[in-house]
């Protein structure tokens, strides 16, 4: 009954190319098909004072909804037809919706990934068409949301211990953003190469893009997990840079950090810092080149600056989790605008599927538009479910 209750909500977007690509019997293909994906809501809740000669205070609230659903279909024995729906708001965010004290909207239905993966060489997968930018300077997929896709050509392979990657893309969704301002039309071509390894289990990845007549742009990164009598610890580290084609701006980010668990209690500390020039070495802050490990503060895209992250939680319940995290970005730029944030987040899984959490928390920003301060309280729920 699950499984018939998944597929009739592929059956709608996915019928007609089912019939269109392959002649075997409505049966038959249905048995080949694969599908999963999430369903999301989140809900925003922010306060914020601004500390001045003239303070002032601001309320909003938001509501984000995402539904991501992806078909795969196995046409024969070396190819696989790969589909990714998006239910959302079409723009600059394309794969989320947000009611912002607007009222409520409805929402579109959008392709955002097709394409065929052909396994039919030892080793080795090749995907053609229009698919996910899966690198460590993008996000490709995400439950909630902004996604960035591209038209092109991804082949993978193994060799022993090692797994090399490349790819060439002509076509992509990339727009600006207030983190990542870097004149991005969609119509530039990206060539991509990758390697990752683990030896003596230390697992190891080094990556090069170039994003044509924009930038290039290399890292490096390390991560590892030993067991030191009951505690187990999970270090890591990763050096990025970029290089802009238009002008002399250096753009480098590295961080170091170690998680950390024994029996119910977990931690982390982190710490990363950029280059005084510039910090921007991504196509997206929450991507592995860059460091966004909590809620709103994040180092990518800020230059000459430090970042610190520190958290501790708690597995109170096999179902219950409940972390207190903490975030300080020092900004040593002339128009310093040092953050802090404070938050305390519950996390319910009620099954394997569906996930919930709730944050409250404080963030505070220094010298925001002529020497004012921001003060904010804020909080969010989110649900989660995964098919």
């Known amino acids: 009954m699950k499984r018939l209750v998944k597929l009739s909500l592929a059956t709608s977007v996915a019928l007609a190319s089912f019939s269109c690509a392959n002649a075997q019997d409505l049966e038959q293909a249905i048995k080949n098909v694969d599908v999963s994906g999430t369903v999301a809501y989140r809900y925003n809740d922010y306060e914020e004072t601004y500390n001045s000669d003239d303070s002032k205070f601001e309320s909003a609230s938001s509501n984000n909804y995402k539904i991501a659903l992806n078909v795969k279909s196995q046409v024969n024995d070396d190819v696989t037809a790969n589909t990714r729906f998006i239910i959302g708001l079409d723009g600059n965010k394309p794969a989320s919706l947000s009611t912002h004290n607007d009222g409520d909207q409805q929402v579109n239905v959008t392709l955002s990934e097709v394409n065929f993966t052909y396994t039919g060489i030892a080793n080795t997968s090749i995907t053609l068409g229009k698919q996910g930018l899966a690198t460590p300077y993008t996000i490709h997929r995400d439950s909630m949301d902004n996604e960035q896709t591209g038209t092109g050509i991804l082949a993978v392979t193994n060799v022993g211990p090692v797994t090399l990657a490349g790819a060439y893309f002509n076509q992509t969704n990339l727009q600006d953003s207030n983190e990542t301002t870097l004149d991005l039309k969609g119509d530039e071509n990206i060539v991509f190469i990758g390697a990752m390894a683990n030896f003596a289990g230390v697992n190891i ?21 030993y067991n030191v009598g009951d505690v187990k610890l999970a270090p890591y580290a990763r050096y990025s840079s970029l290089d802009l084609d238009n002008n002399s701006i250096d753009n480098k980010l590295w961080k170091i950090g170690m998680r950390a668990n024994m029996g119910i ?29 909590h809620w709103g503060v994040a180092l990518s895209g800020k230059a000459d600056s430090s970042i610190v992250y520190a958290s501790v939680d708690a597995q109170v319940m096999p179902k219950l989790n409940v972390a207190l995290k903490y975030s300080n970005l020092d900004d040593d730029k002339a128009a310093a605008q040092d953050e802090e944030e404070i938050y305390t987040q519950v996390t319910y899984n009620m099954s394997k599927n569906l996930s ?6 404080q963030y505070e920003k220094e010298n925001v538009e002529g020497n004012k301060d921001i003060d904010s309280t804020r909080g969010r729920l989110q649900v989660q479910y995964s098919f």
Do not use: N
């Not at 990845?205 to 590892?224: C, E, K, N, R």
């Not at 919930?356 to 928390?361: D, I, K």
């Open 205 to 225: 990845d080094a990556s090069y893009i170039d994003l044509d007549d924009v930038f290039d742009a290399y890292t490096i990164g390390l991560s590892a997990k």
């Open 265 to 293: 209690f977990g931690a982390h500390l982190g710490y990363g810092q950029t280059d005084d020039e510039g910090g921007t070495v991504g196509l997206d802050v929450s991507s592995a080149t860059g460091y966004d490990e």
């Open 356 to 361: 919930t959490y709730v944050r409250f928390g």
